[in-house]
């Protein structure tokens, strides 16, 4: 018998569909050439070893150090990838400029630990509190002959012979200046300084920081993200106050984890205000606990982030002061790289400001704010001449009083 053996084949048919691949979110800049950021210990990045230049310049010759661009008031770090492990904390050291910091990546970010941007607590004097990037120091303490000063930056803390009022900058500080900034956080900017009273040896707490992460993949928050003011605390009979909070703006293709972000203002004698966050994600997969209260938005997946203000954005600078030109780039700092303007001993100067693309009926006004011996004055310029209809740009001129010693110089456009 001659047997036949059969072999029976099984055939499985699948019928399928081909969909375009789901396009990412666009992170413009985002090159990979600051490497990738591991975090497995506590780490201080020096943010003054940034090349100074373009932000979307190749920065593989200067790999993992960033690139500060003087235009933007930025520290720029293009990475392939960030992780922050768990009980680990990363913070800063500031720029001489105390320019903000902007993370553009192109992979994914997890922050299991901590990202800090925290602004100092009080400081002995001569020191003044130092902010947290991007943001202002608190008012010195009293030393010597120095009597205390203001906090710096646009909602900086008055002093006075009783206590010192707290920064202000998303929120209003309680007895301080009206808040500022915008929701966008556009431009980066981070909270003010808080004052201290006029026996106080101690500083007012520093606002704090600023950080804009940007990444094109996913990013995860299951640690925390904090950019608190400074908080002066007990200090027996001194009454210094707090920093305001800074900012943090988050754009992610997903965004998940179950940790916190906080931009929490400085406990003093007077609290400080909060400051400000903005989240921007396509996929919302996260239980994050948020304080202050978030703006935001959501995003299709084939959006390109808002990095920085467009080219037609409202700008404003300040042009002179007395008959010295300001500089392009100034310094933010008080006698370690001298002064950006010397004046001679005059009680008065003019200061001019140039605006673009602001209307003529904004109001544009200056702070003065010496770093001690004063309180900060507010002066309103007016105009002087109209230099351009289009772009439209504005020429105005303010008197201000000249304090001697350093004193910093701010101005803001409050457009109507």
Known sequence: MIKKSFAFVFTTIL????FPAQAKINIPGADGSDGALQITMTTEVDLSEAVTGNWDDNNSANSGKGIYDPQKWAVVFKYDSVYIDAGSILSFKNHPSRAPVVW??????TINGTLSLNGEGYQNPPKNAEPGPGGFRGGIGRYKTIINGAGFGPGGGNPTGDFGYGGSYGTQA???NLKYGNQSLIPLIGGSGGGTDSECSKSGGAGGGAILIACQNTLIVNGIIQTNGGSPGDVGDCEPAGGSGGGVRLVAEILSGSGSINAIGGIGYKNAGMGLIRIERVVNDNNLEVVPGPS?????????AIIWPPDNAPKVKIISIGDKNAPEDPRSSFG???ADVALPEVSSTQIVVETTNVEEASQVVVRVTPRFNANFSIVSAVVESIESEDPLIIRWVADLPVNVGYSAVQVKVIRP
């Open 296 to 304: 935001v938005i959501n995003l299709s997946s084939d959006s390109t």
């Open 174 to 176: 309680v007895g301080s």
């Open 336 to 338: 370690t790289y001298g």
């Open 15 to 18: 019928f399928f569909s081909v």
């Open 104 to 109: 553009l990546v192109n992979g994914d970010v």
